[in-house]
């Protein structure tokens, strides 16, 4: 089963890390992704861009909407993700245990939705 570990923490925490400490955090995730990946487990993930480059779209009745920046608005903000294969929930959670976005943030585990009748 497909598991989406969804990183949220607050942006602005990074930026006010010692450069030391920012250094850690990264070889952490690099290290935690090296891992998923001799697992079998790593599917995909990415760093996503600043909150501030999103943009919204809405359709209410008749009127499409498109907004600048996230939908809500939060202290956290979702800052990257990781797909994973994992034969359970238990085994996800496991995973996102280990995760270094838990360290400053959360992360939430979503299973994917898979659509046997998509090409």
């Known amino acids: 089963m497909k598991y989406m570990l969804l990183i949220y923490d607050q ?8 450069e030391k400490q920012a250094v850690e955090v990264m070889s952490a995730f690099g290290s935690f992704t090296e891992a ?4 079998g487990a790593y ?8 909150v501030a480059t999103a ?3 809405r359709k209410r009745a008749k009127d499409l909407q498109v907004a600048d920046g996230p939908f809500a608005e939060t202290k956290e903000q979702l800052g990257g993700f990781y797909m994973i294969e994992a034969p359970d929930l238990d085994a996800a959670l ?5 995760c270094p976005g838990a360290w400053y943030g959360s ?3 979503r299973p994917v939705m ?6």
């Open 107 to 109: 992360v939430e585990v």
């Open 11 to 18: 942006e602005s925490f990074y930026d006010t890390l010692p």
């Open 43 to 50: 599917i995909d993930g990415q760093r996503l861009s600043p």
């Open 94 to 98: 496991k995973w996102a245990k280990q």
């Open 55 to 57: 943009t919204t779209v």
């Open 114 to 119: 898979e659509n046997p009748n998509a090409p």
């Open 36 to 39: 998923l990946k001799k697992s």
